[in-house]
């Protein structure tokens, strides 16, 4: 009775189990067509993003057109002059950089002194070893470089957005059709947050201490690292700054620090002081109105800075050390893209989002070159205050990982 039962179940064969796949087949059609909908839409973000970037482009250079030409004129030759100089104790001495000048491109321009640190002259005098046209091109490949890797390394919110940031950003452009170094502190910024976030805080307090090239644009720092509690860091700055406070004794002797102070407080150095992008330009006048308004912003940020996360408090750093600097032009507020591209994505309330994306864009600056500049100060102030006026979704707690932490 069993025997017979087994013998009336018909044996499987190959062709038996794969008939419920030929029953399937129906289905590879569908799942091409889907596959190529969803390339096509890809392949279109990728083309709406190529056009947004280069109409951002294409509206600065248009902006910035009489300075795509070729002109020594520009702010390359006091960097150029203080390469030249590095190592001697004439760096601060203006006969000799206009000398330099002259003899580098037959002009002179006493706006074009060379008012960095030393060691920067030191830095720079591989460049200054070439003829002037040469140098100012491997400067500009460079700076090209360094804004690269600021978009490779900067993702919050993404790549993407770095980009587009980028190719709409007045200051930046603004800063390569002068022959400015604002890029190099864009990488450097980048790189330091990166290794904050990865928890390596001396290494990247030794980066940040490079942004001492413009030191008036982060004068909140200690500030920053107190109210944090980021003391791996403050010492990894402390140990960069030691490193570049040698050199400079090395680029300019041991009396470098009042002529460097007395070269970048003159008047001629310091032209358009009514239209610059900070305090300075409210109370031109009245510099002990602007004594307090710094101490007020600079509470402001011990405040932020004590009570939410890395990301809000870096972004609040760099937004009131540009207010706070005393010497600062439109190519300067470049330093605030990575404080709008973190408050574009973590601010829950339209009018900030409104508001970065306004500062994205050469609507917030032109102000500066139309009319007394008041348009671009209120916006970047309102920018300042929008940390502690706006609501903000907290979502990365310091105890919480961080999306670059799982990304990365």
Same mark, same amino acid.
């Given at each position: 009775m069993g025997r017979s039962l087994v013998s009336a179940i018909p044996p499987l064969?190959?062709? %038996?189990?794969?008939?419920? =796949?030929?029953?399937?087949?129906?289905?590879?059609?569908?799942? %091409? #067509?889907?596959?190529?909908?969803? /390339?096509?839409?890809?392949?279109?973000?990728? $083309?709406?993003?190529?056009?947004a970037c280069l109409a951002g482009l294409l509206i600065n250079a248009f902006i910035f057109r009489p300075g795509w030409g070729y002109d020594p004129n520009r702010d390359f030759l006091g960097l150029y002059a203080g390469g030249k100089l590095a190592g001697s104790a004439q760096l601060y001495n203006a006969p000799a950089v206009l000398a330099v000048q002259r003899q580098a491109v037959g002009i002179t321009n006493a706006q074009r002194l060379f008012v960095r640190p030393p060691f920067y002259a030191v830095l720079l005098w591989p460049l200054a070893c070439l003829p002037y046209r040469a140098a100012f !091109? #491997? &400067?500009?490949?460079?700076?090209?470089?360094?804004?690269?890797? *600021?978009i490779w390394l900067w993702r919050i919110p993404s790549r993407t957005a770095a980009t587009l940031a980028c190719c709409w950003s007045m200051p930046l452009m603004g800063s390569f059709a002068i022959g400015q170094d604002i890029p190099l502190l864009l990488a450097v910024l980048a790189g330091s947050y990166l290794l904050l976030v990865r928890s390596r805080d001396f290494h990247a307090g030794m980066l940040f201490s490079l942004c001492a090239i413009?030191?008036?644009?982060?004068?909140?720092?200690? $500030? &920053? $690292? !107190?109210?944090?509690?980021?003391? %791996?860091? +403050?010492?990894? #700055?402390?140990?960069? +700054?030691?490193?570049?406070?040698? !050199?400079?004794f090395l680029g300019a002797g041991r009396h470098w620090l009042p002529l460097f102070l007395n070269?970048?407080?003159?008047?001629?150095?310091?032209?358009g002081a009514e239209l610059m992008p900070n305090l300075k330009a409210f109370f031109v006048h009245t510099p002990g109105f602007e004594l307090l308004a710094a101490c007020a912003l600079a509470a402001l940020l011990w405040f932020l800075a004590h009570r939410n996360d890395l990301a809000w408090s870096f972004a609040a750093f760099l937004a009131i050390g540009l207010l706070t600097s005393h010497h600062a032009y439109v190519d300067d507020c470049a330093i605030l893209l990575p404080a709008l591209l973190i408050v574009f994505e973590q601010s829950i309330t339209d009018w900030q989002r409104l508001l970065v994306l306004c500062l994205f864009t050469p609507f917030a600056y032109i102000w500066l070159f139309l009319a007394d500049g008041t348009i671009t100060r209120v916006c970047l102030? !309102? *920018?300042?205050? /929008? &940390?502690?006026?706006?609501?903000?979704?907290?979502?990365?707690?310091?105890?919480?990982?961080?999306?670059?932490?799982?990304? =990365?």
């Open positions: 064969s190959y062709e %038996s189990c794969a008939s419920p =796949l030929e029953s399937l087949r129906f289905l590879i059609p569908l799942l %091409s #067509v889907e596959q190529s909908a969803i /390339s096509r839409r890809r392949n279109w973000r990728h $083309i709406r993003l190529i056009l !091109l #491997v &400067f500009q490949a460079i700076m090209l470089a360094a804004t690269l890797a *600021f413009k030191p008036h644009l982060f004068l909140p720092l200690p $500030i &920053f $690292i !107190l109210a944090q509690k980021r003391w %791996s860091f +403050g010492a990894g #700055v402390a140990s960069g +700054g030691a490193v570049l406070l040698a !050199l400079s070269a970048a407080t003159q008047t001629t150095t310091n032209p102030v !309102l *920018f300042a205050a /929008s &940390f502690v006026i706006a609501p903000r979704f907290a979502r990365y707690s310091r105890s919480e990982d961080h999306p670059w932490q799982i990304v =990365l």
